[in-house]
Structure formats: C-alpha cells, structure tokens
C-alpha cells in the first residue's frame, strides 16, 4: 500500500490542482483504515485468488471475480478515471479488465522483485511497468518497462536518526544500539517466537522495537512484564506502528525482518543493514527480494525454519560489528532511489494526458 500512497502524496503535493483519487480494495482490510488515515476515498469490491485452491474454492473465486467485475465496471463509469494505477494484490483484476474494457490507461507498479500471476497477465493491458529494480525487467515487454525504484516516504531520507529515539522515548546511551524487529503488518509469528527466546541476551546487547502485529500483541506485552526492571525500558513491544515506522527505521541501527517488498526501498532509504527472515510460503517469492539485498551487501538472510537457532547469535555478531554494518548501511544507500515517487508520478501524468488527447 505504502508506495501507491507515496505517489498520491507527491502527486497532491505537486500540482496546483492535485488529481481526485479513489482507492479500490478489499472491504474491511488495513487498505480501508490506511486510506482513511490518508484522506483518500475507499471503494471495496469483490475479488479472490484462483490458483492453489481445491475445486470448490476455485468456483467460489470465480464467483467473486465475476462480482468484482461488475462492481468495477460501475465503478469506472461512476468515476470516468483518467488513469488506473495498478500494484497487486487480487483486486487488480477485475480493476484492471474493466478499465481495460472502458479505453483507461493502466499504469502498473511492480514493488517486489517477481511479478505474481495476476500482474504477470494483466501487464499485456498496462501502457507502462514500474519497477522497483532492473532484474524484474525479463518479465515484461522491454517498450513498457520503466526502472523507477520503490517510492518511500521523503521523511526517510530526512530526519535525524538522534531525534527519532528521541521521539521515540528510546535511551540516548552512548553505544546503546537500537535492534528494530518486525514481520510486516500483520507480523510473524516465527520471528516473534525466536526474538522472545532469547530476548533477555539481546536486551544485553541493544534496546529493541519489536512490532508484533496484533495477534502476538498480548504475549510480547506480559514478556515485557516479566523482565528484569534494568531491562524492561530498554523493550519496546508494539502491535503496529503508523506515523511512528519512520522514526523507527531511522532510530534503529539493525533491522530483523521479513523481505516483503517494502525492505527494497525502506532499508535503502535510511541505509539500514538488515538481517532478513524470507516469508517460506507463497512460493517462497520473498527470497528473491532477499537476495537483491544480499547480492549488493546490504543484507544477510536466515531461513526461516533455522530462526531459533540462528538469530540470536546473527544479531549478536551484527551488533558487536559497528564497521561490518556501517559497511552495510552504505551498501544499502547505493540502491536508494529517492525521486521514485516523482518518477512513477510523471508516468500517471503522461498516461492520463494521453486519454484525455484522445478524448479532446
């Protein structure tokens, strides 16, 4: 969600009369409660994944596309758009046909490093595709590829890393490090379980933000009560975060996470080494945005079955390297693209100035 957002703020930013927007996803997710945060517009259609189901569900999904097709066709003549901003997810699809079918320009933004089904078929309807970084190129028509980078808050690349902790409530201790851990939106259980377990040693080392997600929210919140008073200021359990995530990336000196597309522009942006837990489901697709990290020096990767033996003694030997992450951090830095966001803005403009040419 984060990018599309992004793009909408530099869009609303930089045009003296900043183009209406209308977000389209799934009712009752976080894409509600993220747009009406933002001050964006919500439309919730129906859609379903296909692939990997048994036969019933197959005919279920189908069912909910050929609903979310017929909400998107009323949707797109409702709101007669001049451009469809495409980033995944199952929605796209009966979006995208139906804007397909009523003469819209589809722009597509790919964040990940491999395009999942859906994209991968809809890219033939796309009149350009953004990605994140030139390896996803081999998946789509060289005439519509356009290498934009992933578009990040602008306050990533500002803000002081000695003011964030402090915002944060974080020690100003001298050679007190700060360890961010965090599964995504939802968080990670796996990762979660690994942290608690040997949270007492990392304590000894480092103060750690640690984003749970809701459903671990309760039991990282009692392991906090349990510590030893010296320790329990220095844990710093939350089931999410907001407006607070970039002051968190900026504080931290170490990050442990998943490598869901977000580590591609986020760790760059504040040149934040990483020890990365790929996502083993899904057609284990995270490892590739892993390995992007990895390849460039940014990164180090654990399996995710090897967690509770590995990450302990990782973040440790990370900690105790200030020149080793500092090296890190740099190579991180190198892959920052910090006009994405204006990038991936001028090709929505383009694109809409094409119907309305064709329209005038």
């Given at each position: 969600m984060y990018p599309a957002l992004t793009?909408?703020?530099?869009?609303?930013?930089?045009?003296?009369?900043?183009?209406?927007?209308?977000?389209?996803?799934?009712?009752?997710?976080?894409?509600?409660?993220?747009?009406?945060?933002?001050?964006?517009?919500?439309e919730g259609i129906s859609a379903a994944g296909l692939r990997g189901k048994d036969p019933l569900a197959i005919l279920e999904g189908l069912g909910a596309l050929s609903r979310g097709l017929w909400q998107a066709r009323r949707l797109v003549a409702a709101l007669q758009p001049d451009v469809l901003f495409v980033t995944g997810g199952y929605v796209c699809v009966p979006v995208t046909l139906?804007?397909?079918?009523?003469?819209?320009?589809?722009?597509?933004?790919?964040p990940d490093m491999i395009p999942g089904l859906a994209i991968r078929v809809l890219a033939r309807f796309a009149q350009r595709?953004?990605?994140t970084a030139p390896p996803a190129a081999r998946y789509f028509r060289a005439s519509q590829v356009v290498v934009t980078g992933y578009p990040v808050r602008s306050e990533l690349?500002?803000?002081?890393?000695?003011?964030?902790?402090?915002?944060l409530?974080?020690?100003?201790?001298?050679?007190?490090?700060?360890?961010l851990v965090y599964g995504g939106s939802q968080g990670a259980h796996s990762i979660n379980r690994a942290v608690v377990q040997g949270l007492t040693t990392l304590l000894e080392a480092a103060q750690v933000i640690h984003l749970s997600g809701q459903r671990d929210a309760e039991w990282t919140l009692a392991q906090r009560a349990s510590l030893p008073g010296s320790?329990?200021?220095?844990?710093?359990?939350?089931?999410?975060?907001?407006?607070?995530?970039?002051?968190?990336l900026v504080a931290a000196d170490l990050v442990v996470s998943r490598a869901g597309a977000s580590v591609l522009g986020e760790f760059p942006a504040t040149g934040l080494p990483a020890v990365l837990v790929p996502y083993p489901y899904a057609g284990a697709h995270q490892w590739d945005n892993a390995r992007y990290l990895l390849k460039a020096g940014a990164a180090t990767a654990i399996a995710d079955a090897d967690l509770e033996r590995d990450l302990v003694p990782t973040v440790l030997d990370l900690?105790?390297?200030?020149?080793?992450?500092a090296a890190m951090g740099h190579a991180a830095r190198q892959l920052a693209q910090p006009d994405a966001a204006q990038r991936i803005a001028q090709l929505l403009l383009e694109a809409a100035g094409s119907r309305q040419g064709k329209s005038s």
């Open positions: 793009v909408a703020d530099w869009l609303a930013a930089n045009n003296p009369q900043p183009p209406a927007v209308c977000w389209v996803g799934s009712a009752g997710g976080v894409e509600e409660s993220l747009t009406a945060r933002a001050g964006i517009r919500f139906a804007a397909r079918l009523a003469g819209v320009p589809v722009v597509i933004y790919l595709v953004a990605l690349f500002e803000r002081d890393a000695g003011e964030a902790r402090a915002r409530g974080l020690s100003m201790e001298e050679g007190l490090p700060v360890l320790l329990q200021a220095r844990y710093r359990p939350y089931p999410y975060m907001y407006e607070e995530m970039v002051d968190a900690l105790a390297q200030d020149e080793r992450r």
